[in-house]
């Protein structure tokens, strides 16, 4: 029997640098049949963005198109594939001043290979050297594979030639805001994480760059804490315990919002990250798709 829709959705989201899209490129090299979609490639052009603090705000909602997301998102379900545009869809120009002379580098970077039938500036940028040991990727591999054979719960929803289900990683900082309530709908899994305040502002830091429509771009001094962190604070602390993003989520509204976290410290290993995100996939993707 044919499904009604051709893809499940996995949204990841968290705070810039909290791991997402490290996370997303390991669960689409452990999965088949998967892909990732970036909520980055859906910005406005750089004219319609909101400048705060003399800076162009590239961390908000309104720098975001919603419209054209919803509308991506609706054609991965009902087809399995990208909406692939004649144009980029990517306006990004990051969240700074250009640096010519400065490239990612791509020596031991983690999964740095674009991906096919969509031109996706956010994909070609480098997240640095893999976390996850090679054995753990191995064997995660492994047990996914098994986890699709005949006989396991798996089994005809990745793989089946005909009836194949694809998997979308759908990677982005604001998945989970209230103001992207008309994508919500759209994610059959929503994983969410934690990151600290210090934590995100180093990993930030110490990026080279990206890769942008126009060449290269760096954060301007003062980005994190002048945009990045505030924005995500006053956007995700209706769910936390006394509006606290370094403290306990509210239960409460994390059940009522279909969004699942790791219990515990706010800090993870990307290892035991990746190994919580496969565990909940294997176990919450036939229900998704039985309930498709």
Not at 126 to 146: E, F, H, M, Q, Y
Request: with cysteine; glycine share 6%; charged share 25%.
């Amino acid at each position: 029997m044919s499904n009604p829709r051709k893809a499940v959705v996995v949204g990841i989201s968290g705070c810039s640098s909290s791991g997402k899209t490290t996370l997303a490129r390991l669960l689409r090299d452990i999965f088949p049949n998967s892909f990732i979609l970036h909520e980055d490639d859906f910005y406005r052009p750089e004219t319609e963005l909101p400048i705060k603090h003399g800076l162009f705000d590239w961390d908000c909602v309104e720098s975001l198109s919603i419209p054209d997301m919803v509308k991506s998102l609706e054609h991965i379900h009902s087809e399995g594939t990208f909406p692939v545009s004649s144009r980029n869809l990517s306006h990004r120009s990051e969240h700074g001043i250009p640096d010519p002379q400065r490239r990612p580098h791509q020596t031991h970077d983690i999964l740095t290979t674009s991906q096919p039938t969509l031109d996706s500036k956010e994909d070609q940028n480098s997240i640095g050297r893999c976390p996850v040991s090679d054995t753990t990727i191995a064997d995660l591999k492994a047990r996914v594979k098994t986890w699709t054979e005949i006989g396991n719960p798996g089994y005809g929803i990745l793989t089946d030639a005909e009836n194949a289900v694809r998997l979308c990683v759908f990677d982005g900082f604001l998945l989970y805001s209230k103001a992207l309530a008309p994508i919500q709908p759209q994610m059959d899994i929503k994983l969410f994480l934690r990151v600290s305040y210090a934590k995100a502002k180093a990993r930030r830091e110490a990026r080279s760059g990206y890769v942008t429509l126009e060449g290269f771009w760096e954060d301007p001094p003062g980005y994190v804490d002048k945009i990045v962190w505030p924005n995500y604070v006053e956007d995700h602390e209706w769910m936390f315990e006394d509006g606290n993003v370094e403290g306990k989520l509210k239960k409460e509204v994390m059940d009522e919002m279909g969004i699942l976290s790791q219990e515990g410290e706010v800090e993870r290993d990307m290892e035991t990250t990746l190994k919580w995100a496969v565990e909940i996939l294997l176990e919450r993707l036939p229900i998704a798709i039985s309930s498709m």
